[in-house]
């Protein structure tokens, strides 16, 4: 069992930045693929990054270029770096976790979401 929480989430002007961060309980979190998730209102759960145990990346097409995910394995902490936030970044932000070392997932442990807003 893994328990993720995550920070970070707050309201910010277009152009701006903010680092999310989620902290996991577990000591062998290295051993998991990570991952951040969106959901806007009303719209589907989207993926937006994830970084495997390798420090492998992967983004959406939506981030690229503004988002970067980075792992701390000795702090058991992943973070999100989002530069260049537009009002479309609006969204809840999860934080997951899976034992499969792969960007795709599946992923089995997620963290109750931090919201980030982001105002035109």
């Known amino acids: 069992q893994v328990q993720l929480v995550e920070s970070g989430g707050e309201s910010v002007q277009a152009g701006g930045s903010l680092r999310l961060s989620c902290a996991a309980s577990?000591?062998?979190?290295?051993?998991?693929?990570m991952a951040w998730f969106r959901q806007a209102p009303g719209k589907e759960r989207e993926f937006v990054a994830s970084?495997?145990?390798?420090?492998?990346?992967y983004y959406a097409d939506s981030v690229k270029g503004r988002f970067t995910i980075s792992r701390d394995n000795v702090k058991n902490t992943v973070y999100l770096q989002m530069n260049s936030l537009k009002p479309e970044d609006t969204a809840v932000y999860y934080c997951a976790a899976g034992l499969r070392d792969d960007s795709r997932g599946p992923y089995e442990y997620w963290g109750q979401g931090t919201q980030v807003t982001v105002s035109s």
């Open positions: 577990r000591r062998t979190f290295s051993n998991y693929a």
């Open positions: 970084i495997r145990r390798s420090r492998f990346t």
